[in-house]
Structures are given as structure tokens and as C-alpha cells.
């Protein structure tokens, strides 16, 4: 079993930044997905951004690369989310998840709702 935890959320005005973080209950070094996913109200949850915590270049959703950008400290057992020149249409619900994987996983095929593990989200809020 693993826990998530996501913290870094808050209410941001339309170019502002926020770092999200996902503090895991134990060490995710190699052999998992882990990502970030949103859902805002009344629209399906769609991923952000995705790693393979083994190695390899991460995914990006198209309406977000080149402002967010995912990385992990193994040492401190977490993942971070930096989102820059936010935008209104960024506001959601943010998820981390994980879910077990080979080395070899492309985790950005890996559709949101095959991943098991959950954090119970952060809510972002950007006004224009």
C-alpha cells in the first residue's frame, strides 16, 4: 500500500505560479507511474503530467508543457509539480497518483483511471 499526500494548492491571479507537492508514504524510486491529474467541476479528470519514476522523459499534456514541469526527490520521498504563467482554465482539482510499473512503461499511455493509488487532492484556483 502507498499513501499520497498533495499540499501546495492555494488561489493564484492568471500568470502566477504554484509548486504542488506529493509526499509519498514510502520510497517510489523505480518501478511506478506517477503523475498529476486534474478535474475540474463538470469535465472529466485528464492528466497533467506523468513519470516513470525509473527513468525517462516525462509526459505532458499538450495544454500544459512549457509552463508545468514534474520532477522527484526519491530522497524526501516526493513528487513536485511546478506550474508557471497559470492560467483560469488551470483551475481544478489536483491529483497525484501512482501505479506500479516496469521500467519500461511509457507512463503518458497510462490512462488515469488504471492508476490505484490516490492522493485526496488540492484544489487550484486561478482568477483572471
Known amino acids: 500500500q502507498v499513501q499520497l499526500v498533495e499540499s501546495g494548492g492555494g488561489s493564484v491571479q492568471a500568470g502566477g505560479s504554484l509548486r504542488l507537492s506529493c509526499a509519498a508514504s514510502?520510497?517510489?524510486?523505480?518501478?511506478?507511474?506517477m503523475g498529476w491529474f486534474r478535474q475540474a467541476p463538470g469535465k472529466e479528470r485528464e492528466g497533467v503530467a506523468t513519470?516513470?519514476?525509473?527513468?525517462?522523459?516525462?509526459y505532458y499534456a499538450d495544454s500544459v508543457k512549457g509552463r508545468f514541469t514534474i520532477s522527484q526527490d526519491n530522497a524526501k520521498k516526493t513528487l513536485y509539480l511546478q506550474m508557471n504563467s497559470l492560467k483560469p482554465e488551470d483551475t481544478a482539482m489536483y491529483y497525484c497518483?501512482?501505479?506500479?510499473?516496469?521500467?519500461?512503461?511509457?507512463?503518458?499511455?497510462?490512462?488515469?483511471?488504471?492508476?490505484?493509488?490516490w492522493g485526496q487532492g488540492t484544489q487550484v484556483t486561478v482568477s483572471s
Open positions: 497518483a501512482a501505479i506500479i510499473a516496469s521500467l519500461h512503461t511509457l507512463c503518458g499511455g497510462v490512462t488515469w483511471s488504471r492508476y490505484n493509488y
Open positions: 513519470i516513470n519514476t525509473g527513468g525517462g522523459s516525462p
Open positions: 514510502r520510497s517510489m524510486y523505480s518501478g511506478y507511474c
